[in-house]
């Protein structure tokens, strides 16, 4: 395999942080937050509580493979080295650029949702081309290079982390602090055990905080990827949670469960409006437009580096050979989140990004457990408490949607079946008579890392 040529524009720390804090600072909080308030009622702000918790076990895997491992392949490298080249390592690297892709969906259809609240009632219905059209101003940044994506990016962080920060100081000191019975119970979950609608909302809470995961598709990108890839990853990390809790207090103060409910597409400019007036509302618009515009520039940025990877690696059909077409990944990524923009409402992207991040999650943590002892010195507890809490998310999650909106779970095991039988027959079609696979795999480290 020829190597990718050298990329000499490195990101900073701060630029890896922004653009982590970009990819989660978007849906997360604008709306995972409505859709977790109609799962656990009062109890959201700690469900993003226990959410980092269960995150922060989860990092601990990923900062041990980028520091062993630092390239631009991210997760798509992690799996390699813990499965080798073959149908297990490409279905899962594929269905973490899946979650990738899902996740750019999610967040433009926010930014339309939120958008569209500056313009007539009429205009309700046009939420997916507001979001086709912010998905087509990333892909002409990202053409762009790597300093402008950092210096958007960055920039974009500042004002949505300080704006959003005194937005949600501003409505606890006018509302104060929430009174959280844990009395709700909808009618969705009534039958189950006590606690179970709040298990499974944590698939939500986890999905708001994924975006760190895309850091570590920078590490080719970024100086001193050693270090400053795990930094990264923790940094942004404890960033999103401090301004998710204090902002899910705010709206809690703000708006009762009903209203939030009502407004879960939008519940953070609803619960600014009698906080603050309708200019509140306004500047919390705003804000939701700078802070998904950031998180879809920074997302597909990640995704189609992976993207890339993956066909350099051989794990997908060589996109190179697509001579008419400049930077064929960045073009793929871009279509298919158009495509599932159109296709699908905020709640249904939510549910399928949650049930393909987790699955690819427990793939991570078991082949960092199983496979990897003798190469990567790390705490074996660790990732084992990482996989058990994420299988215990995902199985309630898997039953409540059984329940509540099958649809979901039938699109996920189509798309689930459709990328291990591709990933087969494709791995079959280079694999000689010996049963070996020329998955290009022979690059040095130091070469994988200038990637």
């Not at 994506?149 to 982390?161: N, S």
């Not at 100086?223 to 990853?233: A, E, M, T, W």
């Not at 597409?265 to 998904?292: C, H, M, N, Q, R």
């Not at 549910?351 to 960092?368: K, Q, T």
Request: proline share 3%.
């Amino acid at each position: 395999m020829k190597p990718l040529k050298t990329n000499t524009q490195k990101l900073s720390l701060l630029g890896s942080v922004s653009l982590g804090t970009g990819v989660m600072i978007g849906a997360g909080i604008f709306v995972l937050m409505g859709q977790i308030a109609e799962l656990v009622g009062d109890l959201f702000p700690i469900a993003f509580v226990v959410g980092a918790f269960i995150v922060g076990f989860s990092s601990y895997s990923y900062v041990k493979f980028s520091n062993a491992y630092p390239s631009s392949g991210g997760v798509a490298k992690f799996l390699t080295e813990a499965y080798h080249p073959g149908t297990l390592a490409g279905s899962f690297s594929l269905l973490m650029y899946v979650s990738m892709v899902v996740a750019e969906s999610l967040v433009a259809g926010t930014f339309g949702a939120y958008a569209l609240r500056l313009f007539p009632q009429e205009y309700a219905g046009y939420a997916s081309v507001l979001g086709v059209i912010l998905i087509g101003i990333a892909y002409i940044v990202n053409i762009s290079g790597n300093k402008i994506i950092e210096r958007t990016a960055t920039f974009t962080a500042i004002i949505k982390v300080v704006g959003i920060a005194v937005l949600a100081i501003s409505g606890l000191v006018i509302s104060g602090l929430p009174t959280i019975t844990g009395s709700y119970s909808p009618a969705t979950t009534q039958s189950f055990p006590e606690g179970f609608g709040f298990v499974a909302a944590l698939a939500l809470s986890i999905l708001a905080y994924k975006g760190f995961t895309t850091i570590t598709n920078q590490g080719g990108d970024i100086k001193n990827p050693h270090k400053n890839v795990g930094r990264s990853i923790i940094i942004s990390i404890i960033v999103c949670t401090v301004i998710y809790v204090v902002l899910a207090l705010s709206v809690a103060g703000g708006l009762s469960i009903e209203e939030i409910i009502v407004a879960k597409d939008y519940a953070l400019a609803a619960s600014a409006k009698p906080l603050f007036g309708e200019w509140g509302s306004t500047l919390t618009i705003l804000l939701a437009i700078v802070a998904t515009v950031s998180g879809v520039i920074a997302s597909v940025y990640s995704a189609s580096r992976m993207l890339g990877m993956l066909s350099d690696m051989k794990q997908v059909p060589n996109l190179n050979r697509i001579k008419k077409l400049k930077n064929p990944s960045l073009i793929l990524t871009v279509s298919l989140a158009i495509l599932l923009t159109i296709l699908f409402d905020l709640t249904r992207i939510a549910s399928i990004g949650a049930i393909f991040y987790l699955i690819m999650d427990i793939a991570i943590h078991w082949g960092l457990f199983k496979h990897l002892k003798n190469k990567v010195k790390f705490n074996p507890v660790i990732p084992i408490i990482a996989l058990v809490m994420d299988i215990v998310v995902l199985a309630a999650f898997i039953y409540l949607k059984f329940l509540t909106d099958p649809f979901v779970l039938i699109v996920a095991a189509i798309g689930i079946a459709l990328i291990f039988l591709s990933q087969f027959l494709f791995m079959k079609s280079h694999t000689d008579k010996d049963g070996n696979m020329n998955m290009g795999m022979e690059m040095s480290e130091d070469e994988m890392t200038k990637m």
